[in-house]
């Protein structure tokens, strides 16, 4: 067994996170429905999807952005339908947004076993997640990463190809013993495929659909799928 370059996604890769966004949703649709009884749950959601992914091209990952998509929703059905637009509605909703990056986050089962034991095979870990500095922070010093990554954390607004690329050469990878671990087909695998490095897929149970694409590029490595963090260390000794 070689000593591999594990790089680990942290958002519904090891931990939890899409579940606080759908239950934020959920109770924004509430409100809204209350406002405007006439409107459907997939209306508003529909809306705040399309508001959401347009504003990451220029904020990212930003933990901003989200609430903002919740109070643009809501201003544009009040234009729509002819309604005031309540300053006290925009704190509301904007409230609810922003609870999702006050929840104390929990791991995904095993977490904590599966990184013990490749830290203790000796392979080296890295995170590399997508958000702003504060918040993702926030969660590595909640759940006490920091005992595996240690300073070698790569935080960006906008996760992608380039951005997977010059981490890749901050730490100087070698294609061959570098793998990229993570949820997101469009911003963990297609990024390591492009950068030709071995990926591995963990699909999450709530994915969020931006994550989701087709993958039709010719892996120069291994690309591998498994349902759970616990296959891990199995894996990587076999290399």
Known sequence: MRKQTLIFDLDDTLIHCNKYFRASINSFVDKMQNWFPLLTSEEITQKQFEIDIKSIAEYGLNSSRFPESLVSTYTFFSEKHQQKIEKEKIDTVRKIGQQVFEIEVQPFPYMYEV?????????????????????????????????????????????????????????????????????????????????????????????????????????????????????????????
Request: charged share 25%; net charge negative; glycine share 6%.
């Open 115 to 239: 990184l013990n034991e490749l830290k203790e095979e000796g392979h080296n870990l890295y995170m590399y997640t997508g958000g702003d500095k504060e918040n993702q922070t926030r969660k590595i010093v909640q759940l006490e990463l920091e005992a595996y990554f240690g300073k070698k954390v790569f935080i960006y607004e906008h996760k992608n190809t380039e951005a997977l690329k010059e981490v890749l050469q901050i730490i100087n990878a070698d294609p061959k013993t570098t793998w990229m671990i993570g949820n997101s087909l469009k911003t963990d695998i297609k990024p390591a495929l492009e950068n030709g490095i071995h990926a591995i897929h963990i699909p999450s149970e709530l994915e969020w659909s931006y994550n989701n694409i087709k993958i039709d590029i010719e892996p120069k490595g291994e690309l591998l799928t498994v349902n759970s963090l616990i296959q891990l260390p199995a894996i990587f000794r076999k290399f």
